[in-house]
């Protein structure tokens, strides 16, 4: 297990990259590593392993982008663009799950940041975030985004509408996902 300490010293830089196919395992660890409390913020309930285990299996399909922080070559936080088929203009869904020893560390954020340029670069016109009222690193980062803010009962629902695609953030999305698929195929260091 990793301590504070070494949380405060080592994470400086985490490597943020798309995930593929051969991360799988990877993603796995990262779900069963978050402790009770984040999982259920992740997944607004109380989930098994077994439904954890599940859900890392099927999130790395062709409808979802998937970019995970590394720290170390660890996996320590996941953020997930999934397509909300079937509408239009194009919508999406983003979800967020960093593991507590290293919250409050900028992943999040990042994560996001990268999210947001992912769908930028879809042409995706607005994002949907659904999170329990009590998890407010999510409102305070959907805020920080500058998205609408609706509080129902028990939750929020946040809506972001990125900006159109540039010929820069097409680019740069090109160049990071290419690289990060080689690593992953190579199994290269993060």
């Known amino acids: ?29 990262h779900f069963e590593r978050l402790d009770p409390t984040t999982r259920r913020m992740r997944f607004g309930a109380a989930v098994s392993r077994e439904f954890v285990k599940g859900y890392a299996e099927d999130v790395l399909s062709i409808d979802c982008v998937v970019y995970g922080a590394f720290v170390d070559g660890t996996l320590r936080g996941v953020g997930e663009l999934r397509s909300l088929l079937g509408r239009w203009p194009p919508r999406a869904e983003a979800a967020l799950s960093v593991e507590s020893a290293w919250q409050a560390e900028g992943i999040g954020d990042a994560l996001f940041a990268r999210m947001v340029a992912a769908a930028q670069n879809r042409g995706v016109r607005s994002i949907y975030m659904l999170c329990l009222r009590e998890n407010n690193r999510m409102v305070n980062l959907a805020k920080k985004h500058h998205a609408y803010l609706k509080f129902e009962t028990g939750d929020v629902e946040a809506t972001l509408d990125p900006p159109w695609p540039t010929p820069f953030s097409m680019v740069e999305e090109m160049v990071g996902s290419t690289s990060s698929y080689l690593r992953a195929v190579f199994h290269l260091k993060t």
Request: charged share 40%.
């Open 1 to 29: 297990m990793t301590t504070r300490e070494t949380v405060e010293t080592a994470l400086i830089d985490p490597k943020i990259r798309r995930l593929w196919a051969p991360d799988k395992r990877d993603l796995i660890d």
